[in-house]
């Protein structure tokens, strides 16, 4: 039996959940792995603060940088979040040559790169399992078990908060403002539920499965990023009875050497496997060329769910120190990232006209003189004027946008309402 002292940085939602299960599963990880896990500190902000968890006294302390520094731990835990001052305690670690695991989204999104390097000279692990869909493993299976597969895409729905905002609207019909309200009551948003409902949580995210599929250097600066603010209850039943459910994805994908990462709302047919993804879970669908389709679906936030894949790498980083490996990216290459404007994909988009004769015409023409395609078309009268609902081919962001700008200058045209793009069309 071998004892690995682990130092624990944050006691919060997953912090603490972590500490409970390391008590509870500890035993049958050391029958099975012969690693005896012992929470030998963990660093907080606030010693004083009422705990959920109990620890023998001398465990807690306020000076995370004295656990990443003593000689005495062997693997570190960061549970903080944020950049800083995770980022120097992680770097700290990695230099002392502790293996680091991490659940830090936002820090990996932004430098990951930078880490991954500092591991790598190290020569010891740095594991972010629980960074990209909370309980669901999707990192491992990337980077091990498809590292010889060609990735095409990956689309995520990896924000908890918004899924369960737009499965609300399209289950009960409440309004966006409605559903938010009642998540913020539920504890699933937060006060200020900006990160989330603006897509940069769910961007953070798109970012790091880039990185890991293509192996490439994608931040969260490259990912482009609407979120689902302007989604009416009209959009989410035109969509219905269309044959869509709105989600909002995250979709990284890769074609002709170029990467392309970003996070809006999108209809998704009702028979694609990401249509059923109900509620707070999560899930991450991956489009391969040897594999085909793989979907990971589950908990994609939560303290237990969380700390369940901390645990998995916790092991997994014991287990290379004591075998004196651990485990490598290889080398990132430099991103070429494919502007927004270039993407392809179909659109749907409803427009409030004047009801008269040619209206149907004019607007048409708009669509063919930047080339873009019509599929499906529905008209609905609204007294003296009347809705017209699109969808179109697959077409360039660039074109979809010339046709917008040119519909709203069209006389007939009262209103020029929500484009949403539209997946598994061709
Ligand atoms: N919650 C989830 O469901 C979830 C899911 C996936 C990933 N994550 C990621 O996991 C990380 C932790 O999230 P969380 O929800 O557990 O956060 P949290 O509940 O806010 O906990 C943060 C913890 O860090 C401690 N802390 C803050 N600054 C510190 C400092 N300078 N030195 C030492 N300790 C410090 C806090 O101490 P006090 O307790 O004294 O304030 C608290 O215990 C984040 O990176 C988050 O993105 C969370």
Do not use: W
């Not at 940088?65 to 693997?75: E, H, L, N, Q, T």
């Not at 960061?78 to 305690?89: K, T, W």
């Not at 990912?223 to 869509?244: C, F, K, M, N, Q």
């Not at 075998?323 to 502007?339: D, E, F, H, Q, V």
Request: aromatic content about 4%.
């Amino acid at each position: 039996m071998e004892r690995v002292s682990v130092g624990i940085l944050g006691c919060g939602n997953v912090g603490a959940a972590l500490v409970q299960l390391i008590g509870r599963r500890g035993p049958e990880i050391a029958a099975r792995t012969g690693l005896d896990l012992t929470v030998a500190r963990v660093a907080v902000r606030s010693v004083a603060r009422e705990r959920s968890v109990h620890l023998p006294d001398g465990v807690l302390t306020h000076d995370a940088f004295d656990v990443v520094r003593d000689p005495g731990i062997d693997v570190v835990v960061e549970v903080i979040g944020g950049i800083e001052p995770a980022r120097e305690l992680i770097v700290t670690a990695l230099n002392a040559g502790k293996p680091v695991v991490t659940a830090n989204k936002e820090l990996l999104a932004n430098v990951g790169a930078d880490l991954f390097a500092a591991a790598e000279g190290a020569g010891v692990d740095l594991l972010f399992e629980a960074a990209v869909g909370g309980g669901i493993p999707i990192i491992r299976p990337l980077r091990e078990s498809l590292v010889g597969e060609k990735v095409d895409r990956v689309i995520g729905i990896v924000n908890g908060t918004t899924n369960y905002i737009l499965t609300r609207m399209t289950e009960d019909g409440v309004t966006y403002q409605e559903a938010l309200a009642e998540a913020q009551n539920l504890g699933y948003a937060e006060r200020d539920p900006t990160a989330d409902v603006e897509g940069y949580d769910a961007g953070a995210k798109a970012a790091i499965v880039a990185t890991i599929a293509f192996g490439a250097k994608v931040v969260a600066g490259d990912v482009y990023h609407e979120g689902i603010a302007g989604i009416t209850p009209a959009d989410i039943s035109y969509a219905s009875r269309l044959g869509y459910v709105v989600k909002l994805l995250a979709i990284a994908e890769q074609e002709e050497g170029q990467i392309g990462t970003r996070v809006h709302p999108a209809m998704v047919p009702t028979d694609h496997p990401l249509a059923s993804v109900r509620g707070s879970h999560n899930a991450i669908f991956v489009e391969g060329d040897a594999v085909g389709e793989l979907m990971f679906y589950g908990r994609g936030a939560g303290g237990d769910p969380t700390a369940s894949a901390v645990l998995g790498d916790l092991i997994d980083a014991a287990g290379n120190l004591r075998k004196g490996y651990s485990a490598s990216l290889g080398s990132l290459a430099k991103a070429t990232i494919r502007p927004i404007d270039e993407i392809q994909t179909a659109y749907y988009l409803n427009l409030e006209v004047i009801d008269q004769p040619g209206v149907l015409a004019a607007v048409a023409g708009v669509f063919g003189a930047h080339g873009v395609s019509i599929k499906a078309m529905e008209q609905e009268g609204l007294g003296d004027e009347a809705r017209l609902i699109f969808i179109t081919h697959l077409a360039r962001e660039a074109a979809m946008q010339a046709t917008l700008r040119d519909l709203r200058e069209l006389d007939v045209v009262d209103r020029v309402g929500t484009l949403l793009r539209v997946i598994g069309e061709i």
